[in-house]
Antibody, heavy 117, light 107 residues
Framework: EVQLVEFGGGLVKPGGSLRLSCAAS????????MNWVRQAPGQGLEWVSA????????YYADSVKGRFTISRDNDKNSLYLQMNSLRAEDTAMYYC??????????WGQGTLVTDSS | AIQMTQSPSSLSASVGDRVSITCRAS??????LAWYQQKPGKAPKLLIY???SLHSGVPSRFSGSGSGTDFTLTISSLQPEDFATYFC?????????FGQGTKVEIK
């Protein structure tokens, strides 16, 4: 069974840092590109970042470029998002999603990042 | 970045109705468009990819059409479990962008 489990979310003060993780199982993780997508409370979806299977290609939304860093560890079947200089507008549910040939076909249940101010 | 304009933002319909939702891209994106369904408190689910290909396990009442800049998601006969929010996604180039969403509500 395919599973993506995000964790690491929580309350954070503006300017603070947080590291999100996504644990993958049930599929060959090292063949898939991976994405982070977020959703602010009551709002739509916003693509955040993507990383290719070997980490060769990495992309960011302009809204997070220079503040967030995506990475992966294929030996641990894990995806990460290091978030620095957090802002109130970064408050959202953060989803990881896998991508191969089709658009992201499986998403985790998300981890919530909330501004504590 | 490519902008995706989705309409309507919400609609009310009855079980059995035919429903259509559109997305317009600010530039041509070939057929690199997907449709997702999201229910409250849940992650999005892929319905359609490559504008018109039905994802595995998705009921055939869902269909997609279009190419270039204009795309449509159609539900041929709305079922109770279809009341949800629908999003389009362009994956033609980075940054990927979503439409604003369409909430389908019970009439």
């Amino acid at each position: 069974e395919v599973q993506l489990v995000e964790f690491g979310g929580g309350l954070v003060k503006p300017g603070g840092s947080l590291r999100l993780s996504c644990a993958a199982s049930g599929f060959t993780f090292n063949t898939y590109s991976m994405n982070w997508v977020r959703q602010a409370p009551g709002q739509g979806l916003e693509w955040v970042s993507a990383i290719s299977s070997t980490s060769r290609y990495i992309y960011y939304a302009d809204s997070v470029k220079g503040r967030f860093t995506i990475s992966r560890d294929n030996d641990k079947n894990s995806l990460y998002l290091q978030m620095n200089s957090l802002r109130a507008e970064d408050t959202a549910m953060y989803y990881c999603a896998r991508y191969l040939v089709t658009p992201p076909d499986f998403w985790g249940q998300g981890t919530l990042v909330t501004d504590s101010s | 970045a490519i902008q995706m304009t989705q309409s309507p933002s919400s609609l009310s319909a009855s079980v059995g109705d035919r429903v259509s939702i559109t997305c317009r891209a600010s530039q041509g994106i070939r057929n690199d468009l997907a449709w997702y369904q999201q229910k409250p408190g849940k992650a999005p689910k892929l319905l359609i990819y490559s504008a018109s290909s039905l994802h595995s396990g998705v009921p055939s009442r869902f269909s997609g059409s279009g190419s270039g800049t204009d795309f449509t998601l159609t539900i041929s006969s709305l079922q109770p479990e279809d009341f949800a929010t629908y999003f389009c996604l362009q994956e033609y180039n980075y940054p990927w962008t979503f439409g604003q969403g369409t909430k389908v509500e019970i009439k």
